[in-house]
């Protein structure tokens, strides 16, 4: 009787802890926020490669670090240590429609990278595009090393047309401008690990003397690994009319933009399909006569990896100075993040001095809604909120725009994996009042590079 009583009371026990169990996850279940409602249109690829199959860099740190911000037009000024307070969240729209969250598969990112000039090892130079030949060297080793792949100009250009898939962990390299210390310092060593590269030269460079490279070396790196390709013809800002009139700006467009890609096919004898945008500047109508003149795959400054989403006309790259040298193996491991509905739009001029800068951030998997943060030229890290159920975020402005060229950058971390995702683009300021003064540009720029 005794033991009945034992075991009856003992049943009673686990049944009452089974119970509480179940409440106490009922409870867990109603407390969690519901997770975040985006439809996935595509499969979702196995987040992380296998680490047989796919070595951990080994200079990475296991924590993924934001890199360092990539200058585009200008470097950022360093951001402030107490940032301003989060605005009143706007209130958030409805979500986007389905077709927006087109996700990406997550392996399928090509990062561009963007060099300009070399120098001796140990040799100081105060140009920040400036590289020694052995930082380079060690970077083009690292790049061997730890599994990825260099691919050429032509196949990155199969990629874009979907015509074929890559590898994991592409990589393109691209040299702009066209210095001579590419042929003495850069080229031998792309020639020593067999790496394809892209050089996008200015045509009046060209055998002008000293810094510059002749057409005979560059049809010498040209048959060595090298595709020769235009960074137009005088290196100009191309959305900057200054006070031509719409005939002549036609005509100096011409002369730049398919004038440069004929001059290189004539002197090289290759086809010449790709276009780097001096200083990454460009608006839509620059764009259009870029597309005209026969360009099929245009690159920007703005440091975005591409993905079978980005658009041909405006690809981005990591430029490598010597500032940011220290990041370039978190540069590689930059994933993309992909936008729609950015506000202003890319390319685009705005007249407003403090417009709510917005984006929709495209993702299939799940953003650690606490780690989007944004930078915006000039103003280093600015107040951003975002909206886990519209995917939308918000950048705040704590003063109006001065510059005409605004960089935005917003990186946000995927909660499961913890690896960073960024995405980058740029529009243009111009005061209400007609006359923008046409050196703005130029006083917010680096050197010509
Ligand atoms: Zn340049």
Redesign the pocket.
Same mark, same amino acid.
């Given at each position: 009787m005794k033991k009945t009583l034992t075991l009856l009371l003992a049943s009673i026990g686990t049944f009452a802890l089974i119970l509480w169990a179940g409440l106490e996850m009922q409870e867990k279940e109603i407390l969690s926020p519901p997770a975040p409602m985006v439809p996935t249109l595509m499969p979702s690829p196995a987040a992380e490669p296998s680490p047989s199959l796919e070595p951990t860099p080994t200079l990475s740190s296991a924590t993924p670090t934001p890199a360092t911000p990539i200058p585009t037009v200008e470097p950022p000024p360093p951001v402030p240590t107490e940032a301003p307070p989060l605005p009143t969240p706007v209130p958030t729209e409805p979500p986007a429609p389905a077709d927006v969250r087109k996700a990406i598969p997550l392996d399928t990112s090509v990062v561009v990278l963007g060099y *300009?000039r070399f120098c001796p090892p140990g040799e100081r130079t105060s140009n920040i595009y400036t590289i020694q030949a052995d930082s380079f060297d060690n970077q083009m080793a690292y790049l061997r090393d730890n599994g990825y792949h260099v691919i050429s100009m032509a196949d990155f250009q199969r990629f874009l047309k979907k015509e074929i898939g890559l590898p994991r962990r592409a990589v393109l390299i691209t040299i !702009? !401008?066209g210095f001579r210390s590419v042929h003495t310092y850069a080229y031998p060593i792309l020639k020593k690990y067999g790496y394809p590269w892209t050089f996008?030269v %200015?045509t009046d460079f060209i055998n002008s003397g000293g810094g510059a490279v002749t057409w005979d070396q560059l049809k010498e790196m040209q048959e060595n690994g090298a595709e020769i390709h235009s *960074?137009t013809k005088s *290196?100009p800002f191309l959305t900057q009319r200054r006070g031509k009139s719409e005939a002549d700006y036609l005509k100096w467009l011409e002369a730049e933009l398919p004038g440069s890609r004929k001059l290189l096919e004539e002197k090289l004898g290759r086809p010449v399909t790709c276009l780097?945008y001096? %200083?990454g500047d460009w608006n839509p109508f620059v764009e259009q006569k870029a597309v005209e003149g026969g360009y099929e795959a245009i690159f920007t400054v703005a440091g975005n990896p591409v993905t079978p989403h980005t658009s041909w006309k405006s690809l981005g790259r990591f430029i490598i100075t010597k500032h940011n040298e220290n990041s370039f193996t978190s540069y590689l491991q930059q994933l993309a993040l992909t936008i729609a509905d950015a506000s202003p739009a890319a390319g685009t001029v705005t007249k407003e001095a403090r417009p709510v800068i917005s984006a929709t951030l495209m993702y299939d998997g799940v953003i650690d809604s606490r780690s989007v943060e944004a930078e915006v030229s000039s103003f280093g890290r600015v107040p951003v909120d975002f909206d886990p159920t519209s995917h939308k975020a918000r950048i705040h402005l704590p003063r109006d725009i001065i510059q005409r060229n605004v960089h935005v950058t917003i990186r946000a971390r995927d909660k499961n994996t913890g690896k960073t995702r960024v995405v980058n683009w740029q529009f243009y300021y111009e005061k209400q009042v007609e006359s923008v003064p046409t050196n703005l540009n130029d006083a917010t720029a680096p050197r010509?590079?």
């Open positions: *300009h !702009d !401008d996008f %200015y *960074h *290196h780097a001096p %200083y010509k590079e």
